[in-house]
Every structure is written in structure tokens, then in C-alpha cells.
């Protein structure tokens, strides 16, 4: 069975660029061999700019992790919603992991953005 990682990087302010690399994050974590949550993609559907549907999608992000053997932290900024996805992991003690940009390139090739 694949293990299951949950994808943490930034969505808020350009959400269109941060769903390009989370799409990026992505395939690295499925070029490694595990089963990736992306609850980014909650952006395709619910409005993050507005506070209600953000809530949702927070939420909703949140009730995957219970079923994640890791969470898996990308990009150089920590937003406030990452802060609440790590802290819940820590809580549950459910390993964390950050990913670093050489990690990646070695796995897909190519350059640094």
C-alpha cells in the first residue's frame, strides 16, 4: 500500500501561480511513490478569497490529514494555514517533512523557479 502524504504549501494571494506549483508538488510526491492529498485543489471550486468558503476548504483539508502518514511541507513561506496544518500534525503526531527544492529537481529534473 502507498503511503499517503498530505501536500502543505501556499494557496492564498496568487492562487493561480500556487496551483501551478502545488500541481508540481504533486508529481514529485507521485514520481516517489506515494498516494498524494492535495486539498489545494478545493481552489477549482470554492472562492478563497471569500472567509466562509476558505473555512470549508480548510476544514475539509484538515479531516484528510487524519488519514495521512505524513505531511509533506513545500515552498520557503509558512502561511497561517500551514501553521494550522502543522500544528495539527504535531498533535497527532503524524510526521513532517520538508521538501526542498534540490529534492525535487533531482526527482523531475530542471531547473529552480
Known amino acids: ?5 498530505y501536500i ?4 492564498g494571494g496568487d492562487v493561480a501561480h500556487n496551483l501551478e506549483q502545488i500541481r508540481r508538488y504533486t508529481r514529485f510526491a507521485l514520481m516517489c511513490g506515494t498516494a498524494p492529498v492535495v486539498p489545494h485543489f478545493y481552489a477549482l471550486c ?6 466562509n468558503e476558505r473555512e470549508i476548504g480548510m476544514a475539509a483539508g484538515l479531516s484528510l490529514l487524519w ?3 505524513e505531511l509533506w511541507v513545500f515552498g520557503n513561506t509558512v ?10 500534525c504535531k498533535n497527532l503526531n503524524i510526521r513532517i517533512k520538508s521538501i526542498r527544492e534540490k529534492e525535487i529537481r533531482k526527482v523531475l529534473g530542471g531547473n529552480a523557479k
Open 8 to 11: 502543505c504549501s501556499p494557496l
Open 67 to 69: 488519514f495521512c502518514d
Open 46 to 51: 470554492l472562492d478563497d478569497n471569500k472567509s
Open 1 to 5: 500500500m502507498m503511503k499517503k502524504v
Open 79 to 88: 502561511t497561517e494555514g500551514m501553521k494550522s496544518e502543522i500544528q495539527f
